[in-house]
């Protein structure tokens, strides 16, 4: 079956970084588009960042656009989150998720993504 492992994540302080990474099994990787979601305490699931299958097209929230940086490896199953800058409101649950998509498209909707990790716990300290 279809399987997204996140890994990365931690404590940091504000105006630190962190790289989360999601490696895929049970699936061909180069066929999906991925984004990146966080959940903060309390708060509603929100994109992040996506990027198309090939890697050629990335889409950001404005909340980190300029901090935050998407990028896969097809070959090795593996897309990775760059995090620079964080701040405290950064804090939340980050999760990876996939769709199926050939396109250059890179959905923002968290209901069109298929498949998603578990998540993983990112903490910015003031």
């Known amino acids: 079956q279809v399987q997204l492992v996140e890994s990365g994540g931690g404590l940091v302080e504000a105006g630190g970084s962190l790289r989360l990474s999601c490696t895929a099994s049970?699936?061909?990787?180069?066929?999906?588009?991925m984004g990146w979601f966080r959940q903060a305490l309390g708060k509603e699931r929100e994109f992040v960042a996506g990027i198309n299958w090939s890697g050629g097209n990335t889409v950001y929230a404005d909340s980190v656009k300029g901090r935050f940086t998407i990028s896969r490896d097809n070959a090795k199953n593996t897309v990775y989150l760059q995090m620079n800058s964080l701040k405290p409101e950064d804090t939340a649950v980050y999760y990876c998720?996939?769709?199926?998509?050939?396109?250059?498209?890179?959905?923002?909707?968290?209901?069109?993504?298929?498949?998603w990790g578990q998540g993983a716990q990112v903490t910015v300290s003031s």
């Open positions: 998720a996939a769709y199926r998509s050939g396109t250059s498209y890179v959905s923002t909707a968290l209901v069109r993504y298929n498949y």
């Open positions: 049970g699936l061909t990787f180069s066929l999906y588009a």
